[in-house]
């Protein structure tokens, strides 16, 4: 009974999203879920409506080419997700996506949350699922003890037992939604919220204390040194990072870490792990750092005029012009900036 408000109120107040009509898509339920993970809803919308416009069906993505759907990607960052929204499509377009969360935990990318997602919105499977909004809100009013981590597990083992029968899409739903809107988690508007009634932290006057605060780990930093060779046009040499490197599947400068050889070592090391023969000096310009989930980048920047005429496999010449259709991460589209490339003003924007 606690959480019986809770329909009435999302009935009344849900945000109109896009992916959120009358009658439910699993194509589209899908890759709204895969964009919202770690990512802002304002932040989603343009890049969900852009890739439905281009790959409007299951069939049409698993259709496209890596290089395609990575490219629509380009600056919405966690990009592996991607890469297996684009394998999952392939390995389900004959016979469309499983119908149950056990069946789509087979494909490429899904794991609990999104295949509990995908069952329950679009198939009406009676799961429940539990993300950083819903554990936020069942560690509040059922008052969970421990930190986050402990608190999400905890949360999927009560979260069955609260899902109203035949309505676990909607309740799933409204979990989050009141997580993102209303629970938030600095400053909940305990005022405004429909479980107010029966909120344990409420109660207690203590709702920002769940879920206990983790210890802030301190990120790892890496270091890369990234070389920028130029051509007097304007192009930029650019290579696609291979499966199992950070941004796999992505373009950028070629890079290497730093060890004990130095930063103008590495760089120069960057270009011949690349096939690309010894070039002219290298003038080292500045630096890029990126914060990613678990770790800290640096990026050491140089850049030089180019001598090779035809790239080695898996690297090539891009124009500014070219930018648009390639997939390029944020980060890397920082470094071409740093180095003085003109990157279109419009091209994948940075969002992290
Ligand atoms: S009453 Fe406050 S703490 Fe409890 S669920 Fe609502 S917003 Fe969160």
Redesign the pocket.
């Known amino acids: 009974m606690l959480f019986a408000p809770l329909l009435p109120w999302f009935a009344r107040a849900r945000r109109d999203l896009p992916w959120r009509e009358p009658r439910r898509d699993p194509y589209r339920v899908w890759l709204s879920e895969v964009m919202l993970q770690q990512t802002r809803v304002e932040v989603v919308v343009p890049y969900y409506r852009r890739f439905l416009e281009r790959f409007p069906t299951l069939e049409a993505l698993a259709a496209a080419r890596e290089d395609e759907v990575l490219a629509l990607w380009s600056g919405l960052g966690y990009y592996a997700r991607g890469r297996n929204l684009h394998r999952a499509a392939r390995a389900a377009a004959s016979g469309g996506l499983p119908h149950s969360a056990a069946k789509l935990r087979e494909l490429p990318g899904f794991g609990a949350y999104t295949a509990a997602a995908v069952a329950s919105l679009a198939f009406g499977e009676q799961v429940p699922l539990v993300d950083g909004n819903v554990a ?2 069942l560690a ?2 059922l008052r969970l003890p421990g930190d986050a981590a402990q608190v999400r597990a905890r949360a999927w083992r009560v979260a069955p037992q609260l899902l109203p029968e035949g309505r676990a899409g909607e309740f799933n739903e409204a979990l989050m939604e ?2 993102a809107t ?3 988690p600095r400053g ?3 005022g ?5 009634a029966g ?4 109660r207690e006057g203590d ?1 920002s204390a ?1 879920p206990a605060g983790a210890t802030k780990k301190q990120r790892p930093v890496l270091v890369w040194a990234a070389p920028a060779l130029l051509r007097a046009d304007g192009a930029v040499l650019l290579r696609r990072r291979g499966d199992g490197e950070l941004f796999a599947g992505m373009w950028g400068l070629p890079s290497q870490p730093v060890s004990a050889d130095g930063v103008a070592a590495a760089a120069r090391r960057a270009l011949a792990a690349s096939g690309v023969p010894a070039t002219a000096r290298l003038e080292a310009c500045g630096e890029v750092r990126q914060t990613l989930t678990h770790r800290e980048l640096h990026v050491m920047l140089f850049r030089g005029r180019a001598r090779t005429r035809n790239p080695p496999a898996g690297l090539r010449w891009a124009s500014p012009a070219d930018f648009p259709e390639l997939a390029l991460s944020s980060l890397a589209l920082k470094c071409l900036r740093a180095v003085g490339v003109a990157v279109p003003v419009d091209t994948a924007p940075n969002h992290r």
């Open positions: 936020r809100v509040r009013v009141l997580g209303v629970c938030t909940p508007r305990c405004s919220c429909p479980l107010e909120c344990g932290a409420r709702p769940f």
